[in-house]
């Protein structure tokens, strides 16, 4: 477990999703992580946060969006060379049905955007065959409950 970043992120807690003198963006780029209770414990709560209590501008949102859709997180690995792959995968996805909801509720990401990332979600949702729950070694790698998630804010979508 990496020391830093969990001091880091239980910081961020403790300051109630406090942000201050935190590179937001540089946080993105934890998802996936193979340690269980880091990744559901800190890292997902803090950035659930940060995507949806109003922290970022909208067109950083715009911007987290598209990288998250990306060949680097939405679709990463999906010939599972790596034996976790689908851990990034699946924990982008969370963050998308969190992005999805902020767009239905505020609209706060572009339109062509949320095009894109259901286009994309749907190509994705036909690709993925990594369907494992839970696992010993790294928790829950379940990507189908969290394809459920985002279907649902997609399908609350107009568009």
């Known amino acids: 477990m990496d020391k830093n970043l969990e001091e880091l992120l239980k910081k ?28 559901d414990l800190l890292i997902y709560p803090v950035l659930a946060h940060l995507l949806h209590d109003n922290l970022l501008e909208n067109d950083d949102l715009d911007k987290i969006t598209n990288l998250i859709i990306s060949d680097k997180y939405l679709t990463y690995d999906m010939s599972n060379k790596e034996s976790f792959s689908v851990l990034k995968r699946s924990f982008s996805i969370l963050q998308l049905a969190i992005l999805v909801y902020k767009y239905n509720k505020d609209k706060v990401i572009k339109d062509e955007t949320i095009d894109l990332l259901i286009e994309r979600f ?28 985002l279907f649902k804010h997609v399908m609350a979508a107009k568009e």
């Open 12 to 39: 961020i807690q403790e300051e109630k999703y406090s942000f201050k003198n935190i590179d937001k963006l540089q946080l993105i780029e934890e998802r996936g992580n193979k340690d269980g209770e880091l990744r």
């Open 122 to 149: 749907v190509d994705y949702f036909e690709k993925e065959e990594d369907l494992r729950g839970h696992v010993e070694e790294v928790g829950w790698c379940h990507s189908i409950a969290h394809r459920a998630d």
